[in-house]
């Protein structure tokens, strides 16, 4: 029979993720705050623990898929947490994107108490968690990734050992950057070629061919279209991995000039009540600004 896995984070990205190792025939205790979410997975066949803490004590490998540091920090540390639970040899897994700095802090903590820990952040969205496509980027010692790949390799397809604990965290960092100033200028160029008189659709169809042609195109193509900003991602997601690349910026001194006006646009979404919006409602403030909602004419 297959290991017992704790998996703690039941959101868009935890749940069908949690289903996926359930389906390669994992045996999983899950755990998350709204408990009507562990009920879900817990009617399918998981275990539904009562805290962080007794997930840990049940199982030798947690994987962790929260929304940021804080609630990172405190599924782990705080009280009723995984560290108090942990058993020697036992192995942390955080999926969710976090700050590096934090994790790196997290993973000294589980150290002193003679488990370890691996940051994997993801990205590939809901589709690739739904998929198990997922591209993963892990930090940690070589022999606790190899220990975690034949899970890894159930929610993922492209699954990479980039260094050391905390270097995960800075690769999605990275890819966070590219996303999110990709939307802002395929938006851009969405609200110019509209306003100006030109079908969007023909204006992603044409751009796609070429140079500027890209992913965010293409997955987000019918959010952008049909203004649908169902997440998918959410802005204020976005706008929190924004904030652990300057962040990380500042602490290694690289300058990321347009990183943080985008920075500023997630702000002004979120302010205007768009936190809980897909990322690609990013177009709507861009439609603000130039008093033009693509693909009407107005
Ligand atoms: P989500 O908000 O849908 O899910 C988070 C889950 O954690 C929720 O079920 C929430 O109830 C639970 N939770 C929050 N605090 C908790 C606590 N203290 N104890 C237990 N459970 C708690 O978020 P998501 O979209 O699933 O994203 C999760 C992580 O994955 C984030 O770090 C995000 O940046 C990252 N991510 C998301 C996507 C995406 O497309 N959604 C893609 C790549 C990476």
Do not use: W
Not at 28 to 49: F, I, M, Q, T, W
Not at 134 to 159: H, K, N, Q, Y
Request: proline share 4%; charged share 25%.
């Amino acid at each position: 029979m297959a290991e017992k896995i704790g998996f703690i984070g039941l959101g868009i990205m935890g749940r069908p993720m949690a289903r996926n190792l359930m389906g390669a025939g994992y045996e999983l205790v899950v755990y998350n705050r709204s408990p009507e979410k562990a009920r879900e997975l817990a009617d399918e066949g998981a275990a539904a623990a009562g805290s962080p803490r007794e997930v840990a004590e049940s199982c030798g490998t947690v994987i962790t898929m929260l929304p940021d540091s804080p609630e990172v920090e405190e599924v782990l540390a705080g009280e009723g947490g995984v560290f108090e639970g942990l058993r020697e040899g036992s192995l942390v897994v955080d999926m969710s994107t976090i700050s590096p700095v934090v994790t790196r802090e997290l993973a000294e903590e589980a150290r002193k108490r003679g488990a370890s820990m691996l940051d994997a952040p993801v990205s590939g969205g809901e589709p690739g968690a739904v998929g198990g496509t997922l591209s993963i980027m892990v930090g940690g010692e070589e022999g606790d990734f190899e220990r975690a790949r034949p899970l890894l390799d159930v929610l993922g397809g492209t699954v990479t050992h980039v260094g050391e604990v905390g270097a995960g965290q800075v690769v999605k960092a990275c890819n966070q950057v590219v996303v999110a100033l990709t939307i802002e200028a395929v938006s851009e160029a969405l609200v110019l070629g509209s306003k100006a008189g030109v079908d969007p659709a023909k204006v992603l169809d044409v751009l796609s061919g070429g140079l500027a042609g890209n992913k965010v195109m293409e997955a987000k193509r019918e959010h952008f279209l049909g203004h649908d900003f169902e997440p998918g991602f959410k802005v204020e997601l976005h706008h929190k991995d924004l904030g652990i690349a300057l962040a990380t910026g500042r602490e290694y001194g690289v300058p990321l000039p347009v990183t943080a006006i985008v920075d500023q646009m997630l702000e002004e979404s979120k302010a205007k009540g768009r936190g809980g919006r897909d990322h690609s409602a990013l177009l709507a403030l861009l439609e603000e600004g130039a008093r033009h909602e693509i693909g009407t004419g107005e």
